[in-house]
């Protein structure tokens, strides 16, 4: 086998998810606001790929459309899209 070939795994994986059936989640408001805000951060690391940062940014914009009428939380997830706003490691903030 080539080495850029696909490991058995990962094509088997591939495979299935060509055919398999879409997902549909129910998350309460709280969960999917902690959920836009971890993927907020994981978008932040530098080995995200493209197709993943697309993904990520389809999630949020579903959320902030959720939270329409919610103008702190968008006024929160807007800050999670500033680095300068993360909070430092083993800060008490």
């Known amino acids: ?34 959920l836009a805000a971890l993927l907020q951060l994981a978008q932040r690391h530098p ?10 940014d389809a999630f949020l914009r579903g959320v902030r ?8 939380v968008l006024a929160a997830l807007g800050a999670g899209d500033d680095p300068a706003q993360d909070v430092p490691a083993g800060s008490d903030a």
């Open 47 to 56: 080995g995200v790929p493209p197709r993943l940062r697309e993904t990520i």
């Open 65 to 72: 459309g959720q939270f329409a009428d919610c103008p702190a």
């Open 1 to 34: 086998m080539p080495p850029d070939a696909p490991a058995p795994m990962t094509e088997a994986i591939a495979n299935e998810l060509m055919t398999a059936r879409g997902l549909e989640l129910h998350l309460t408001p709280v969960s999917a606001f902690q």
